[in-house]
């Protein structure tokens, strides 16, 4: 028995479970976006109802979280095209409240990230990134060395 492997399940991973099974006890429907080269920086949960509408969801632990560069990026971003994104740290009513005003994530941004950039300036960012993206997809184009022979 000594030998078998004990996965730990993330914090925010267990907040999404519950939240899921919270939310659709109220009606919404929850779909859990995965992440991946296609969907970086995307919330954690897309959010529908029928007579509250469309929400993005995004779950961090309250007193310990973190932005992905990528959220840095994408959310003010997306903010500018006016999609909101808002932050739940639990499955409780205080959490389902903010739901209903309006788009929280700003309240969580750390002074220490340094101010929110223009969207200017978050276009300039993606259009570089794209540049270089496909910069390194050139046939004839590699990041490692081929070996001889």
Not at 92 to 102: G, I
Request: hydrophobic share 40%; net charge positive; glycine share 8%.
């Amino acid at each position: 028995m000594g030998n078998i492997k004990r996965y730990s399940v993330r914090p925010e991973a267990v907040i999404q479970a519950d939240l899921i099974e919270f939310l659709g006890a109220r009606g919404w429907l929850v779909e859990h976006t995965h992440g991946n080269l296609y969907q970086v920086g995307f919330p954690d949960l897309y959010l529908f109802h029928k007579t509250w509408g469309e929400r993005w969801v995004d779950c961090k632990v309250k007193g310990r979280y973190s932005f992905t560069n990528a959220q840095k990026v994408k959310w003010p971003l997306w903010e500018s095209f006016g999609v909101g994104i808002w932050i739940l740290t639990a499955a409780s009513d205080d959490e389902y409240a903010k739901l209903f005003t309006k788009p929280n994530w700003r309240v969580y941004w750390k002074k220490s990230w340094g101010e929110l950039p223009s969207v200017d300036e978050l276009m300039a960012e993606l259009v570089a990134q794209r540049k270089q993206e496909l910069e390194s997809r050139k046939p004839g184009k590699s990041n490692e060395a081929l070996p001889n022979g």
